[in-house]
């Protein structure tokens, strides 16, 4: 049983286990999207979404916090300078885990992780889909209902006009 299991060691010791979480954070951070293992992009997860959080407050103690994390120079200022700006007003959740499907090898759950506000073609759909979907909110499209409606209006006009026909023949 996995009582009091908070942290999934992914096969590795400790050491290993922290060098390969700051490669991908650094990875992560620079490239906006990794491939990688589901297991893997869920310990990246937790690992970096505090480091981002860290970086909304751009003074030297939060980047030295964040260095001692990621061990990279160019990382810490592309997080600090590119990405903070974007993720001012998110309250969290700023990254995204879409499966892929399996590994050729050994059939390993892969998956891609990315920073939600980098995807352009997400955000183009999203806002296109935002745009397009207008609901009611019983959940009813308009059509159906303008349908519905004109419906007894032809049924009277055909009575107007059978009733008209009666009367021009007397």
């Known amino acids: 049983m996995r009582h009091l299991v908070k942290v999934n060691h992914l096969g590795r010791t400790s050491s290993h ?25 869920k310990s990246l997860r937790i690992y970096v979404e505090p480091l981002i959080t860290k970086s909304k407050e751009d003074t030297t103690h939060s980047r030295r916090v964040v260095f001692s994390y990621l061990q990279d120079k160019n990382a810490v200022n592309e ?24 590994r050729q090898g050994d059939n390993a759950d892969m998956c891609i992780i990315e920073l939600v506000d980098y995807n352009e073609n997400m955000l183009a759909t999203a806002t296109k889909a935002k745009a397009a979907a207008k609901k ?3 959940g009813g499209s308009t059509k159906k209902k ?3 409606s004109a419906a007894p209006v032809a049924e009277a006009k055909v009575e107007d006009a059978s009733s008209e026909a009666t009367e021009s023949k007397e």
């Open 136 to 138: 009611s909110r019983r």
């Open 17 to 41: 286990r922290k060098a390969m979480l700051s490669n991908m954070a650094s990875s992560l951070i620079l490239h906006k999207r990794i491939s990688t293992t589901i297991a893997k992009a």
């Open 146 to 148: 303008a349908e519905v």
């Open 79 to 102: 997080l600090f300078r590119e990405v903070s700006p974007k993720i001012m007003n998110r309250p969290g959740g700023y990254t995204r885990i879409l499966k892929t499907g399996f």
